[in-house]
Nanobody, 119 residues
C-alpha cells in the first residue's frame, strides 16, 4: 500500500513557474511507474506526464510538452512536476499516481493540489 500526498500548488501569474511535489509513504515507489494528472473545474481528468521507475523514460501530453518536466528522486520517495510558462488553461487540481510494475493501470492516487494560473 502506498500513500501519496501532493504539495506545491498555489496561485501564479501566467508565464510563471511552479514546482509540484508528490511524497510517497508506506512503501518505496522505486519500482513504480509514476504519473501526473489534472482535473480542471467541470472537466474530465486528463493525463499530464508519466515517468518510468528509473526515470529513464518520460512522456508528456501535447498540451504541456516543452513546458513541464516530470522527475523523481527515488532516494526521497518523491515525484516532482516542474511547470514553466504557465497558462490559465493549466488551472486545475493536479494529482499524482503510482502504477505497479507489471500492471498498466494506476493503482494509487493522491488527493491533489490546486494550481491556479491568473491572466
Amino acid at each position: 500500500q502506498v500513500q501519496l500526498v501532493e504539495s506545491g500548488g498555489g496561485l501564479v501569474q501566467a508565464g510563471g513557474s511552479l514546482r509540484l511535489s508528490c511524497a510517497a509513504s508506506g512503501r518505496s515507489i522505486s519500482s513504480n511507474r509514476m504519473g501526473w494528472f489534472r482535473r480542471a473545474p467541470g472537466k474530465e481528468r486528463e493525463f499530464v506526464a508519466v515517468i518510468s521507475s528509473s526515470g529513464g523514460y518520460t512522456y508528456y501530453a501535447d498540451s504541456v510538452k516543452g513546458r513541464f518536466t516530470i522527475s523523481r528522486d527515488n532516494a526521497k520517495n518523491t515525484l516532482y512536476l516542474q511547470m514553466s510558462s504557465l497558462k490559465p488553461e493549466d488551472t486545475a487540481v493536479y494529482l499524482c499516481a503510482a502504477g505497479r510494475p507489471s500492471g498498466s493501470s494506476w493503482d494509487y492516487w493522491g488527493q491533489g493540489t490546486q494550481v491556479t494560473v491568473s491572466s
